[in-house]
């Protein structure tokens, strides 16, 4: 019927012009089958006589004398059956020259020969069935937002009166305060229209001054009708609650996400394309799978609203490019501080220095081996590491947000290797160049430097200022650790090109890909010379400023890379890179970090909650991979001789070689997961008491300061570091202490909490008095018992979701969620 309407459409169309018989368009010749093909050409002929004449019988003998095909003949039938061109049926599938996906030739063939009959002033009447006008050119709702670091009093002092003036002359029809953000919970405003034209013009009155004092510049997006009338009924429903200051009295600031089960504008649209009724499932806000579910989300905004004894949720946002300044500020603050030191505290001289005799350049490991700029080289670097292994552990949650299984495994091989790297990299200061010796025979002094027990150590070097062997084997082990480091940048750097390039390079200009792309391959030939280079030095058996572009080396690769490495500096310059490779992340991109003492399940941040946590625990196991680790120590190394009076022994075993090589590492590693500890208690301390615990949190940053000082062990000199480790003591009994306070109401400490401290102070006083090794152990299997001390908490449940930068306009929400699917 629809082809019998195309056709007499045309008849009629065509009588009208006068004309006997139309010539096809341009594009019905796009469509039209000749020889089983389409073509495209303008020299078509009908194939077939006029209607009620008989064609010519094909002769006996074809071309060839050959008989014409079965086939042949078959379709020449079929052709004979319909009297035009274009209602012919298709021929099979290997003669219709379907292109690649997406092209216009996999349409169905039935489709475009209709298409190609209709005519092009009737085209603008055929859309898709799912087809929306644009929102500039139908909506009449807008939205106003703020930035989000602006001042909550300004916020509050801003009125339903204030913002009609704002658009003034225009006359708004409704005007709702402080709807919540989905996600975020930000305070919103939505101000509703008669018409599309007063929405458009008042459109442009976006940064303009809001309010009073004129210092709020909100920003004003057109918006869909169902987020207008999502905004109605949440009003609707807060009505009793809101209706205490009147509608010119601010609405309180929501700072923290609301526990109700939102649906975001991409859910919504596949229910509606479900249901098939936009305008009814649009005006949703609240859903649930049943009654009861909506009653407890209910109950959670409540909570959450009021202030009660639990949160409904808490949102923390962690960004990559935070993490990778500070990556680089720490390395260079680090590098700055113990330069300084190296030039005003310490016996450096550019004439016996081992580097510099080494090397015959200077080199900045220069300032991290002297005693005692390698105090904080080994403290700074030690924070450095520590935000690397952050950097890739957030790499690795952004990942898991995708729900990838097989790009989850590749990336936490990627992962496992760079943390290895990382923090094997501080055994770059396990190694001591300058050993404490007394000076034996005739020889000149390299350092000189006075014991604690004002004994005088001196650090030899022959006359003729030559390195010893022993000198050269401590300078190439000491360097085998930085190769190893740069080895595993590399990798990773090459990794998180390509993660970004699949994440962001879609909305990256021509330019900038050329620059990044250019940037990260001068990255890589930097890093990779440097590592291969370092590595050639460390192969020779002489030192490098003896054959460095002076000798010919046996290996003619090695050769080569050394001759490169000359001409090019990436010694000097290789490092570099490392420190800023990580910034490519586009600025936005990071993960959110949703805690709650509920499931969040019945909070809708897009994603469900991905399990929970009993911070009592994860503290307890953290603890007990710091006792295995000292427990390792006094087995594998011969603490119990030394004739140093250490308050703990144990702790001596980070200097033992070649245990330190592994345990300092571990250790480095166990302190990173121990803040991770103290962080979920805080954020269960805070969810259970609707504040921030200050005092708890001055506490947790005593202990986790002096356990993470106690990696100053390493260092051969450092016999004041017990400082470090009393802190820590004295901080983890007041922690204790803390904790069974709030967990007992704020009613004192209880009785296992004081055994389990008093224990704790017995055991610490006779390890120091008597230095007898079982009590070592002793210390360590009670800080085991960590748990029985402190009582569990509530769990808390953990969502993560992806921050992919800076957001479209709410207008063009609905193509991007149909761009995601």
């Not at 091989?413 to 770059?428: K, P």
Request: hydrophobic content about 45%; aromatic content about 12%.
């Amino acid at each position: 019927q629809e082809l019998a309407f195309v056709r007499d459409f045309c008849e009629l169309r065509s009588a009208a012009a006068g004309a006997a018989a139309a010539a096809p368009s341009e594009r019905a010749l796009l469509v039209v089958r000749r020889g089983g093909r389409y073509s495209g050409g303008t020299n078509f002929r009908v194939r077939r006589p006029p209607r009620g004449k008989k064609e010519e019988e094909e002769p006996e003998m074809w071309a060839g004398n050959r008989k014409p095909s079965p086939a042949y003949l078959h379709r020449r039938k079929i052709e004979e059956q319909f009297d035009s061109p274009f209602i012919q049926p298709s021929g099979h599938r290997g003669t219709s020259r379907r292109g690649k996906k997406g092209h216009f030739a996999l349409l169905d063939k039935y489709i475009r020969r209709v298409d190609a009959l209709v005519p092009e002033e009737m085209e603008h009447l055929i859309k898709p069935l799912a087809w929306k006008p644009p929102g500039e050119l139908s909506e009449t709702t807008l939205k106003l937002t703020f930035e989000e670091d602006v001042d909550g009093k300004l916020l509050e002092e801003v009125t339903e009166q204030d913002v009609r003036r704002y658009f003034a002359p225009l006359e708004p029809q409704g005007v709702v305060m402080n709807f919540p953000n989905v996600e975020t919970g930000a305070p919103q405003i939505f101000v509703n229209f008669e018409t599309n034209e007063e929405c458009r013009e008042a459109r442009s009155r976006d940064a303009e001054p809001l309010g009073s004092k004129g210092i709020l510049r909100p920003q004003v997006r057109i918006s869909r009708a169902h987020w207008w009338k999502k905004a109605q009924k949440w009003k609707a429903e807060n009505a009793e609650a809101l209706e205490g200051g009147g509608s010119d009295v601010a609405k309180p600031l929501i700072t923290e996400a609301p526990a109700a089960k939102l649906l975001t504008s991409e859910e919504e649209d596949e229910e509606e394309e479900k249901e098939g009724d936009h305008e009814a499932l649009a005006a949703k806000l609240l859903t649930s799978e049943d009654e009861g579910e909506e009653e407890e989300g209910k109950g959670d905004l409540e909570a959450a609203e009021g202030g009660g004894e639990e949160h409904g949720a808490l949102q923390v946002n962690v960004y990559f490019r935070s993490l990778a300044w500070a990556y680089a500020i720490t390395f260079f603050s680090t590098v700055a501080i113990a330069g300084v030191v190296t030039f005003t505290a310490t016996a450096f001289s550019w004439e016996t220095d081992k580097i510099l005799l080494f090397y015959g350049v200077f080199n900045p490991c220069t300032w991290f081996d002297h005693y005692p700029a390698k105090v904080f080289a080994t403290a700074g670097m030690g924070v450095f590491l520590l935000v690397g292994f952050a950097y890739s552990l957030l790499i690795f949650v952004s990942v898991v947000c995708e729900g990838r299984l097989l790009k989850t495994i590749w990336t936490g091989l990627f992962i496992s290797l760079v943390s290895f790297a990382d923090f094997v990299f501080v055994n770059v200061f396990t190694t001591n160049l300058y050993p404490e010796e007394d000076a034996v025979g005739e020889a000149r002094r390299l350092h000189g430097v006075t014991t604690a027990n004002g004994t005088s150590a001196l650090t030899m070097i022959s006359e003729m200022g030559e390195l010893t062997q022993e000198d050269i084997a401590t300078i190439k082990l000491h360097t085998i650790f930085y190769i190893a480091w740069v080895v595993a940048q590399t990798v990773f750097s090459v990794y998180l090109f390509a993660l970004v390039k699949d994440r962001a390079a879609v909305h990256w200009s021509k330019w900038k890909k050329r620059i990044l792309t250019g940037f990260m391959c001068v990255s890589w030939y930097g890093m990779g010379m440097a590592a291969t280079a370092m590595l050639v030095m460390i192969l020779q058996p002489e030192p490098k400023v003896e054959w460095y572009l002076k000798k010919d080396l046996a290996s003619s690769a090695q050769h080569i890379a050394i001759y490169v490495d000359g001409f090019t500096g990436t010694s000097a310059w290789g490092w570099l890179p490392i420190m800023l490779f990580r910034l490519i992340m586009p600025s936005g991109c990071g993960v959110r970090f949703t805690f709650s003492l509920k499931g969040l399940n019945c909070i809708k941040h897009g994603l469900e909650d991905q399990g929970c946590v009993i911070p009592e625990v994860w503290m307890q196991r953290c603890l007990q991979i710091v006792a295995l680790i000292m427990a390792m120590g006094g087995v594998f190394s011969h603490v119990w001789e030394f004739a140093n009076d250490s308050e703990i022994r144990l702790f001596l075993a980070l200097r033992e070689k070649p245990f330190a090589y592994f345990g300092a590492p571990a250790y480095l590693c166990a302190c990173g997961i121990v803040l991770i500890g103290l962080s979920l208690q805080l954020v269960q301390r805070h969810l259970k008491e609707s504040a921030f615990p200050k005092r708890l949190a001055a506490t947790a940053a005593v202990l986790f300061l002096g356990l993470f000082g106690c990696i100053l062990y390493i260092l051969d000199r450092a016999d004041w570091v017990w400082i470090c480790f009393v802190a820590f003591q004295l901080a983890y009994f007041a922690w204790v202490a803390e904790l069974d306070w709030y967990a007992r109401g704020r009613a004192g400490v209880g009785p296992y909490a004081v055994v389990y401290i008093l224990t704790g102070v017995a055991i610490f006083a006779l390890t120091v008095v008597t230095h007898f090794w079982a009590l070592y152990y002793a210390y360590l299997v009670w800080l085991c018992l960590y748990g029985h001390a402190v009582p569990d908490g509530p769990r808390v449940y953990i969502a993560s979701h992806l921050l992919e930068g800076n957001a479209e306009d709410e207008s063009s929400s609905a193509d991007a969620g149909i761009r995601s699917r």
